[in-house]
T-cell receptor
Framework: GEDVEQSLFLSVREGDSSVINCTYTDSSSTYLYWYKQEPGAGLQLLTYIFSNMDMKQDQRLTVLLNKKDKHLSLRIADTQTGDSAIYFCAERNTGGFKTIFGAGTRLFVKA | NAGVTQTPKFRVLKTGQSMTLLCAQDMNHEYMYWYRQDPGMGLRLIHYSVGEGTTAKGEVPDGYNVSRLKKQNFLLGLESAAPSQTSVYFC?????????FGPGTRLTVL
């Protein structure tokens, strides 16, 4: 069945780059998402990429998609303490109502 | 715009009690969703709605019911709460490929 996997924890120093990785199984996935969840809050959409793209950059965020390996990554440049949160990878098919979420990667940023 | 709002924010129930969680959105979105979030797991879809008056089952619908009598509201009901329903519940609405989430309701069933 469909599955999205992420590592559970990542720790970086302030100012370094963070790279959060995700793998998915559904080859027909059309939309791939990154969400951010801060403590006690809902999920906030950070960015998404269409499956016909290899890369998307949005300010400090860079998303890379390797369709062959079904691998998605989120790079945060110049990571700040405010970036400490849980980051969820998710995928969805065109016309589908079901979004499959990974378990989330908790990012710790050390000052 | 308030976006997606949820009430209540917190609730403690005893086993067997019932309750309704309310979700409201002011973005005129057709699609609305209820998810639950459990530790170490991603969000799992409970029920969803593609428009006023319609609902459908998601991945984990057992023990829950929903209603969408008005386009802006999506209600999630627990008829007889069980400890396994202790979770954080998120409502979302969507437009095209973007989902917008509410702040969540933390429910504890004793």
């Amino acid at each position: 069945g469909e599955d999205v996997e992420q590592s559970l924890f990542l720790s970086v120093r302030e100012g370094d780059s963070s790279v959060i990785n995700c793998t998915y199984t559904d080859s027909s996935s059309t939309y791939l998402y990154w969400y951010k969840q801060e403590p006690g809050a809902g999920l906030q959409l950070l960015t998404y990429i269409f499956s016909n793209m290899d890369m998307k950059q949005d300010q400090r965020l860079t998303v890379l998609l390797n369709k062959k390996d079904k691998h998605l990554s989120l790079r945060i440049a110049d990571t700040q303490t405010g970036d400490s949160a849980i980051y969820f990878c998710a995928e969805r098919n065109t016309g589908g109502f079901k979004t499959i979420f990974g378990a989330g990667t908790r990012l710790f940023v050390k000052a | 715009n308030a976006g997606v709002t949820q009430t209540p924010k917190f609730r403690v129930l005893k086993t067997g009690q019932s309750m309704t969680l309310l979700c409201a959105q002011d973005m005129n979105h057709e699609y609305m969703y209820w998810y639950r979030q459990d530790p170490g797991m991603g969000l799992r879809l409970i029920h969803y709605s593609v428009g006023e008056g319609t609902t459908a089952k998601g991945e984990v619908p057992d023990g829950y019911n929903v209603s969408r009598l008005k386009k802006q509201n999506f209600l999630l009901g627990l008829e007889s709460a069980a400890p396994s329903q202790t979770s954080v519940y998120f409502c979302a609405s969507s437009y095209r490929q973007e989902q917008f989430f509410g702040p969540g309701t933390r429910l504890t069933v004793l």
